[in-house]
């Protein structure tokens, strides 16, 4: 069975270029609940803990530097079989490559600056719902 929840950031370089609104209405008119929603600054620490099963790759420091380079909105989402919905709506990690209309071809830069962050499994989207919020911070 899968789950009915996966977690997104909306990306730093997205925030700077003003998509934040257009990113989450996007969301809404997918048919997902926002069910936790908050922004948030993370320290080179912080963003370093959220991708540690990436420690030691090669883009891991570049990742770190960018995500820990301005604010983040981060989010739980609902939907029937979220995680994996949503990684078919936002698109494929390369904005070039993604479909007409998602949200990556729609606002992302490149590969690392791809607007938005989507769960690869309910067991990460558990993770990193946790990450940033409390179960008593989820409706």
Request: glycine share 10%.
């Amino acid at each position: 069975m899968t789950g009915k929840i996966t977690f997104t950031m909306i990306k730093p370089s997205a925030i700077t270029a003003g998509f934040t609104g257009n990113i989450l209405l996007k969301i809404e008119e997918g048919g997902y609940k926002i069910k936790a929603l908050k922004k948030v600054l993370l320290s080179k620490e912080q963003a370093g803990h959220f991708y540690d099963m990436h420690r030691g790759k090669p883009f891991y420091e570049e990742l770190t530097d960018f995500m820990s380079s301005g604010p983040i909105i981060a989010a739980v989402l609902e939907m029937e079989n979220a995680v994996d919905s949503f990684r078919t709506f936002i698109g494929a990690t390369d904005p070039a490559k993604a479909e007409e209309g998602t949200i990556r071809k729609l606002y992302g830069k490149n590969m690392g600056e791809n607007a938005v962050h989507g769960s690869d499994s309910d067991e990460s989207a558990e993770r990193e719902a946790g990450f940033f919020f409390s179960f008593l911070e989820r409706y």
